[in-house]
Structures are given as C-alpha cells and as structure tokens.
C-alpha cells in the first residue's frame, strides 16, 4: 500500500508505506522531535513563571 504524504517538517511529498508516518525520513522525524522537546522546555519553563508569580501575590 502506497499513500502520499506530506512531510511534517520540510513540507515535501513523499510515498509512506504506513497511514501513521508523518515523516519522509528519519531526519526529519528527529527534527521534529527536538524541535517539539524544545517547545516543551519553553512552555513548562513559562509554567514555573507563572507559579513563582502566583506564589508572590
Ligand atoms: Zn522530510
């Protein structure tokens, strides 16, 4: 079975083998995973802030 897909990272068609592949390649599989680590680091550092402020009023 052959379905064509985009490319969650670079945009670009690519043929997956699997409905669940969101990817063309492991590249960018990993990229996107860093970049969502990234993003998770930056929204639970926003949370503490929020926690310290809440603590001080
Ligand atoms: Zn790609």
Redesign the pocket.
């Known amino acids: 079975m052959k379905i064509l897909k985009k490319?969650l990272?670079?945009g670009?068609e690519?043929i997956a083998s699997k409905m669940s592949s969101k990817?063309?390649?492991r590249e960018?599989e990993r990229d996107a995973s860093r970049k969502r680590e990234a993003k998770r680091k930056k929204v639970s550092g926003k949370v503490k802030k929020k926690r310290l402020f809440i603590s001080v009023h």
């Open positions: 490319c990272t670079r670009e690519f990817y063309c390649c960018c």
